[in-house]
């Protein structure tokens, strides 16, 4: 089967490696048919986030078939459509046992596309307690952002808005951008998002939960959202890493900034702000205890339209044109904003008409 190795930065390649089979009882052994790119996969391959170990198959956000299971498997079989749960722990270390399995001590080795193989692959390997059957009518192109949104999930369980009509920003309209927005609505709040990008910005308000709004900018937003160009600013998601120093001046008292970007960024503040005003500056990247669960729940029920936040399926074979489209260029050794209408990219390594 082809596989798509990460090497070094800007070095990735496809290779052809042999087929996985079940090794233990337990084993599940899944046809992938889609796997989203991430932003840890965008700053794995620029170099931005060097964390991967090199030889290793990158990807984790994905869904398939499964081809072969071990002989103690009784809860999925063979033919099943399942999602799969990238994010394995131990459940004996502190970490496990205080509900922090993102942080789990042992998890090196495990972590899908980073220091185990992923996705990208034809087939990946993993135990039955992380996959989970897809409904019949359930695409496997939207459970394949199950694993983003709980990501977006245990985000937003660490955000406690003061009111409901908390003046509340999602600033970037990318997967976790929009997934937010929805996320924050089906909470009671009323997003606004910020995008730079005119074509990002064009596809994303176009998938907007009813009575949310995108801008190019945070004075535009204010203007025409709120009618203030003076518009407090009481809750901000910023997908970008950047902002912190910018926006935290103009946070309201009791506001919370939370930053999920994996973007390297030295910001100062004044601590002083921070307590007179009641402030909280949090950051959040991965799922939490049951985050999976609560995701696969939104998309298999419908009250999120993860589909529709797809904008392109590429083959395996094809994974620089899928890269490209979140504006990371590999072979021109370039990363930087994404000049196209794009969103959810998905790698499609049976192709794209599965």
């Not at 409904?135 to 949104?149: F, G, N």
């Given at each position: 089967?082809k596989a798509?190795k990460y090497?070094?930065?800007?070095?990735?390649?496809?290779?052809?490696?042999?087929?996985l089979?079940?090794?233990g009882?337990?084993d599940v052994?899944?046809?992938?048919?889609f796997?989203?790119?991430?932003?840890?996969?965008?700053?794995i391959?620029?170099g931005?986030y060097?964390v991967?170990?090199?030889?290793?198959?990158l990807?984790?956000?994905?869904s398939?078939?499964?081809?072969e299971?071990?002989?103690?498997?009784?809860t999925v079989?063979?033919?099943d459509r399942?999602?799969?749960?990238?994010t394995?722990?131990c459940g004996?270390c502190?970490?496990?046992?205080?509900?922090?399995?993102n942080?789990?001590v042992?998890?090196h080795?495990?972590?899908?596309g980073?220091?185990y193989?992923g996705?990208y692959?034809g087939?990946?390997?993993?135990t039955?307690a992380?996959?989970?059957?897809v409904?019949?009518?359930?695409?496997?192109?939207?459970?394949?952002l199950?694993?983003?949104l709980s990501c977006?999930?245990?985000g937003?369980?660490?955000?406690?808005?003061?009111s409901l009509?908390?003046?509340?920003y999602?600033?970037?309209?990318?997967?976790?951008g929009?997934l937010y927005t929805?996320?924050?609505?089906?909470k009671?709040?009323?997003?606004v998002?910020?995008?730079?990008?005119?074509a990002?910005?064009e596809?994303a308000?176009d998938?907007?939960p009813d009575?949310?709004?995108?801008?190019?900018?945070?004075?535009?937003a204010?203007?025409?959202y709120?009618?203030d160009p003076q518009a407090?600013?009481d809750?901000?998601?910023?997908?970008t890493?950047?902002?912190?120093?910018d926006?935290f001046?103009?946070?309201?008292?009791?506001?919370t900034?939370m930053?999920?970007?994996?973007?390297e960024?030295?910001a100062?503040i004044d601590?002083?702000l921070?307590?007179d005003r009641?402030?909280?500056?949090?950051?959040?990247?991965d799922?939490l205890?049951?985050?999976?669960?609560?995701?696969?729940?939104?998309i298999t029920?419908?009250r999120?339209?993860a589909?529709?936040l797809v904008?392109?399926v590429?083959?395996?074979?094809?994974?620089?044109?899928g890269f490209?489209?979140?504006?990371?260029?590999?072979d021109g050794?370039?990363?930087g904003?994404?000049?196209?209408a794009?969103?959810?990219?998905l790698?499609?390594?049976g192709g794209?008409?599965?």
């Amino acid at each position: 089967m082809k596989a798509l190795k990460y090497l070094s930065p800007w070095d990735v390649e496809l290779r052809e490696v042999p087929d996985l089979h079940v090794t233990g009882d337990d084993d599940v052994v899944v046809d992938v048919k889609f796997c989203g790119i991430c932003g840890t996969d965008l700053g794995i391959v620029s170099g931005s986030y060097p964390v991967a170990v090199p030889g290793v198959t990158l990807g984790h956000e994905a869904s398939g078939v499964i081809a072969e299971v071990g002989a103690g498997v009784t809860t999925v079989a063979v033919g099943d459509r399942v999602v799969i749960n990238p994010t394995p722990y131990c459940g004996r270390c502190r970490m496990c046992q205080t509900q922090r399995i993102n942080h789990c001590v042992n998890k090196h080795g495990t972590e899908s596309g980073v220091s185990y193989d992923g996705a990208y692959a034809g087939r990946y390997r993993t135990t039955s307690a992380f996959v989970h059957r897809v409904p019949d009518d359930v695409s496997l192109q939207a459970a394949a952002l199950t694993e983003p949104l709980s990501c977006v999930v245990a985000g937003a369980r660490k955000l406690q808005p003061p009111s409901l009509a908390a003046n509340t920003y999602v600033f970037g309209a990318g997967p976790l951008g929009l997934l937010y927005t929805w996320v924050l609505s089906l909470k009671g709040l009323t997003p606004v998002v910020v995008e730079h990008s005119p074509a990002r910005l064009e596809f994303a308000r176009d998938r907007l939960p009813d009575g949310t709004a995108a801008y190019a900018s945070l004075e535009e937003a204010r203007v025409k959202y709120f009618n203030d160009p003076q518009a407090p600013i009481d809750i901000v998601v910023d997908t970008t890493s950047m902002l912190l120093e910018d926006l935290f001046p103009q946070m309201a008292c009791g506001g919370t900034y939370m930053s999920i970007g994996l973007k390297e960024k030295t910001a100062s503040i004044d601590t002083m702000l921070l307590a007179d005003r009641s402030l909280s500056v949090i950051g959040s990247i991965d799922s939490l205890h049951g985050s999976f669960v609560e995701a696969f729940h939104l998309i298999t029920t419908g009250r999120i339209p993860a589909e529709r936040l797809v904008s392109h399926v590429v083959p395996l074979s094809d994974f620089r044109t899928g890269f490209a489209a979140l504006g990371c260029d590999i072979d021109g050794r370039r990363f930087g904003p994404a000049d196209q209408a794009s969103c959810k990219v998905l790698i499609a390594p049976g192709g794209v008409d599965e």
